[in-house]
């Protein structure tokens, strides 16, 4: 099975402020890379796709890159209503696996 | 709109069953792979399995291997989950997803979830 790392478990951080949050795969992955923001009590949220790709709606301030085993999420100015939990997804093999997710905090 | 809705999660003693369903509305059904996903209280999600399209294919995580069956009626819009043999460790909300084809498979829509609890 493909491991995906996330750092750091958790972060605190101010509005305005530009975060970025890593994932590291335990093998290549190609592009097979998707991002998932959740609030507390709901369902995932898609953000980015394809490791770069950013699903349609999704604010203009979420970016992703990486390819292969590293990747990355950045927020470039952190607004109140992302403080959430995210998560990176694999798709490249099954067992389809998330790291383990980052807490955004208010700090 | 698309909507996802599931059902049929509860209270279940160990090596109790349960079906759940995922009625899907707001889009062609039968032209999308769907998945479950669940997450145990507090913790981080885990795909569980997958079917496609037309019930040619399905995979699902080794835990739930022998257990667990994934199902989808295209006639009636549904995807369905039954899970047997349920251990301590099947607790969680258990999500359905649809799975766009895009340059990576992404779950673009997701229900709002049904709480499984395994426990005497």
């Known amino acids: 099975d493909i491991q995906m790392t996330q750092s750091p478990s958790s972060l605190s951080a101010s509005v305005g402020d530009r975060i970025t949050i890593t994932c590291r795969a335990s093998q290549s992955i190609s592009t097979y890379l998707n991002w998932y923001q959740q609030k507390p009590g709901k369902a995932p949220k898609v953000l980015i796709y394809?490791?770069?790709s950013l699903y349609s709606g999704v604010p203009s301030r979420f970016s992703g890159s990486g390819s292969g085993t590293a990747f990355t999420l950045t927020i470039s100015s952190l607004q109140p209503e992302d403080f959430a939990a995210y998560y990176c997804q694999q798709t490249y093999s099954t067992p389809w696996t998330f790291g383990q997710g980052t807490r955004v905090e208010i700090k | 709109e698309v909507q996802l809705v599931e059902s049929g999660g509860g209270l279940v003693q160990p090596g109790g069953s349960l079906r759940l369903s995922c009625a899907a509305s707001?889009?062609?059904?039968?032209?999308?792979?769907m998945t479950w996903v669940r997450q145990a209280p507090g913790k981080g999600l885990e795909w569980v399995a997958i079917?496609?399209?037309?019930?040619?294919?399905?995979r699902n995580v080794d835990s739930v291997q022998g257990r667990f069956t994934i199902s989808r009626d295209n006639a009636k819009n549904s995807l369905y989950l039954e899970m047997n043999s349920l251990r301590a460790e099947d607790t969680a909300m258990y999500y359905c997803?649809?799975?766009?084809?895009?340059?990576?498979?992404?779950?673009?829509?997701w229900g709002q979830g049904t709480l499984v609890t395994v426990s005497s």
């Open positions: 079917i496609d399209q037309d019930d040619s294919q399905k």
């Open positions: 394809a490791a770069a």
């Open positions: 707001g889009f062609t059904f039968s032209n999308y792979g």
């Open positions: 997803a649809r799975i766009l084809l895009s340059s990576s498979w992404v779950f673009d829509y």
